[in-house]
T-cell receptor, first 115, second 114 residues
Framework: KAGVTQTPRYLIKTRGQQVTLSCSPI?????VSWYQQTPGQGLQFLFE???????NKGNFPGRFSGRQFSNSRSEMNVSTLELGDSALYLC??????????????FGSGTRLTVV | AQSVTQPDIHITVSEGASLELRCNYS??????LFWYVQSPGQGLQLLLK??????LVQGIKGFEAEFKRSQSSFNLRKPSVHWSDAAEYFC????????????FGDGTTLTVKP
């Protein structure tokens, strides 16, 4: 099975711009979660999608949004980028309908740098 | 609210020595517990998981972890560390109420001395 694929691997954006990150989960996985990882805050939950529906959302401003397509691929979008959005964004897919039992398979992440 | 604490930010062990990484959790019900490993610039890889049954669970790469309810702990162990084990290790707890969300500890960075 192919793993979780995140594109692009690296991005450099300017403050005020917007960005879209993509994630293709493992075939058959219907749950996709997104996390932001920074040295200061660690791993923070952004949101989770299951069968095209957002089931949970973390404590992030509305500038952070996402969606999931019928083939389970997911995108997240960050509008009006701020310097503090610089982070490694990780996508994680899960077998079954919940990661709490099965755990995640993570992608390699997208490293976003905002300048 | 659920939380995970990894008391050790950084641990250094010699190659061939045993390893124990500590994890304490706070959770209202039976927890779903995980250990992940992250190499620099990479995503996280699931090492092992626990949600019921035998309290000693075996994982990949020779790792094991023991769930101790009385101590709210889920410590990761390996009897003999290899240089390739140098990485960051994260303990996590899955949510019973928020499907698809896990809470992660701050991580423990493992350095392996030759």
């Amino acid at each position: 099975k192919a793993g979780v694929t995140q594109t692009p691997r690296y991005l450099i954006k300017t403050r005020g711009q917007q960005v879209t990150l993509s994630c293709s989960p493992i075939s058959g996985h219907r749950s996709v979660s997104w996390y932001q990882q920074t040295p200061g805050q660690g791993l923070q939950f952004l949101f989770e999608y299951f069968s095209e529906t957002q089931r949970n959302k973390g404590n992030f401003p509305g500038r952070f949004s996402g969606r999931q397509f019928s083939n389970s691929r997911s995108e997240m979008n960050v509008s009006t980028l701020e310097l503090g959005d610089s982070a490694l964004y990780l996508c994680a897919s899960s077998d079954g309908d919940s990661s709490r039992v099965y755990g995640y398979t993570f992608g390699s992440g997208t490293r976003l740098t905002v300048v | 609210a659920q939380s995970v604490t990894q008391p050790d930010i950084h641990i250094t062990v010699s190659e061939g020595a045993s390893l124990e990484l500590r994890c304490n959790y706070s959770y209202g019900a039976t927890p779903y517990l995980f250990w992940y490993v992250q190499s620099p610039g990479q995503g996280l890889q699931l090492l092992l998981k626990y949600f019921s049954g035998d309290t000693l669970v075996q994982g990949i790469k020779g790792f094991e972890a023991e769930f101790k309810r009385s101590q709210s702990s889920f410590n990761l162990r390996k009897p003999s560390v290899h240089w390739s084990d140098a990485a960051e290790y994260f303990c996590a707890v899955g949510s019973n109420t928020n499907a698809g969300k896990s809470t992660f500890g701050d991580g423990t960075t493992l350095t392996v001395k030759p």
